[in-house]
Nanobody, 129 residues
Framework: VHVVESGGGSVLSGGSLRLSCEASGFDFSDAAMSWARQASGKGPEWVSGIYADGRTYFGDSVKGRFTISRDNTKNALYLQMYMLRAEGTAVYYC????????????????????????WGQGRLVTVSS
């Protein structure tokens, strides 16, 4: 399994950025995929996830501002970020999963990142106020 992020960078507060993830080594078209992030000095935070059938889920902190999408023909995952805030400064990761717990389940409400499987190397997003 191999996932590689690209995109991101620096933006002023209120701006937009897009992250991409290229996946290989597994059946991407059948896989749930997620984005997570980790700010300096903090634990990882699950940001968003998407199922193979297109169902999407978002963390409360990004709901209404971020969108997630996938292109199964390209084995690609995307995160479009709008209205970015300074607290959005973090390393963003593409990851496979969650596989064992549904994103719609109350069981997914805690410790979400611990059940993601394979992670990319991450891309830094810096939001300046």
């Amino acid at each position: 399994v191999h996932v590689v992020e690209s995109g991101g960078g620096s933006v002023l507060s209120g701006g937009s950025l897009r992250l991409s993830c290229e996946a290989s080594g597994f059946d991407f078209s059948d896989a749930a995929m997620s984005w997570a992030r980790q700010a300096s000095g903090k634990g990882p935070e699950w940001v968003s996830g998407i199922y193979a059938d297109g169902r999407t889920y978002f963390g409360d902190s990004v709901k209404g501002r971020f969108t997630i999408s996938r292109d199964n023909t390209k084995n690609a995952l995307y995160l479009q970020m709008y209205m970015l805030r300074a607290e959005g400064t973090a390393v963003y990761y593409c990851a496979t999963g969650p596989q064992i717990v549904s994103m719609s389940s109350t069981l997914f409400e805690s410790d979400r990142c611990s059940i993601l499987d394979d992670w990319g190397q991450g891309r830094l997003v810096t939001v300046s106020s």
